[in-house]
């Protein structure tokens, strides 16, 4: 009676040592993805993968097309504070459909976790009611694995259907991955440990010991894609990042309404300087006459309304949606193909 | 995609093997090594074979992995409330002091690895055993599925497995693991050949 088998290889390495001979004998190596150790069909020596070893890489195709696309947009330039005339100003500069890579895991946790719940009787005496568990959970993790601050992306939380890399029938371009698959799996087990024993010690009142023991069932590397379009409005150049499965969209910036920029620089600023004024006037007659407290009064409320105002007009000259602002202009600079995948 | 050749690190012969072996080989001047997938490596394992004192020739002897590791288990402090009594009667052990850990390092299910490895860890082996340190390779084993840092982490957990299936209700330990040295021993056990279970000899 044996487990589910291990498996050590992705079906791409089978692929891959097709290029592959023997250095001790020439003849054909053999690949069994449930062996660790790859072996000559001849000589029997030796071998093992140096590089992404027992990774399995998916993609999950594409379901919005670029009209779609535009119109989700344009229905989303409708949120408010946004410029009045941007649906019908706004034209659409670049759009282009890439694939970034988000690393996925599912750990299996067993936990030790031991302790007491509190229990109060109608006298108000308390007395501890021991617990200990030993169970096994598991917890999935993701992360992008290029550089987030160029998408304003971390995690993906929509169900993908993705399929294997290798049946793909056409090129698509792929984000390199730049976050390695060791500190990938750093950054999860760290992740989900601090998941586990946030769930071990939510069972009792009060934890006296926790432990817990990982172990990866699965890791692999999706591919997403993510629709980069760029529009102009009035000369200025504008970025929205949507997810091309789900539609929503992720980060993107618009320029904000020319009439609450007004009415937060012009009204609340300019009254809020205003009563800045007449506070501190007020001051001054009251610091003459001996009486501080009005001038106080004065100077906060009209120092509050300022900053309201000020406030109101920053968040008034564009809107950002998520993340940080996404930069305009950006084109991918390296584009690798999925033939090309290792 | 790199490939990397595997040569024994104890007399630089090139390793060679099939399907089967598992994470540990052994090359032709009888050393065995062990494989590192992450990190491409290999490193020298001793080994041992635990033969039986009588064979039943009408049943299969297979022998299965254990990673071995001889421990000074420095048990500071330790809280479990309730249950001394049946401990005693029962004869539980609680492992500390000087320890032998033993974590079955075959394809088996979960339940059943961590059976065996608790028996062993605390029963360890009768006095009388056969132990060889040189043998050959020829012998019926199942392949080795843990490497040996993966199976030190999985004694702690038997450690710990131990302690809360004691009589009583744990509520704190605090311990350290000083180990003095691991090797691979492989068990003599029957297959049951209709279940695909293995009985234990020893």
Redesign the interface.
Known sequence: MNTESIKYASPEMHKNLEEYSCQFCGAKLVLDIYEPVIYCGHCRGAYVSTTFYGVEKYVAPAKISDDEAWEKIKRWFRHKGGAKDLETHAKLSALQTVYIPFWKTVTEVRVVVCGYNVRTDSDGNESHDLVKYMYKNSYPWNSIACDQSEYGLFTYDTDVDAKPILELERSIPLVPVTLSETDAKDISYEDVTGRAKDDAMSKMDECTFCQVFLKIKSFKLIYLPYLQVSYNYKGKEYSVVMNGISGNIEVGNMPGDRGRQANGFGFRLGAGSAVMGVGAGVAIVFIISGSVLGAIIGLIVGGILAAWGYSYYEKSLHILQYGSEVRTGDQITEVVTANEVN | ??????SCPECGE??????????V?GCTNNHYVG?K??T?NVYSVPAQLVKPNQVDPKRKLVFLPFWVFNLFIDVSDR?I??GGVWRFITGQKLLSGDSTMYVCAA????K?VDELSKHYSINNLPADSIISDIFREDFNKLPV?MDEETAY??A??IF??NE?DASG?????KYKFDLKGWRLVYLPFYMDQR???YDRII
């Open positions: 995609m790199g490939l990397k050749p595997l090139a390793l060679k093997g099939e399907a089967g072996n598992g994470l080989l494989v997938v992450d491409h809280k409330r309730g394809n088996l299910p979960e059943n599925i982490q999985h702690h957990y710990l497995k809360f209700t744990l509520q704190w330990i279940s695909g279970t």
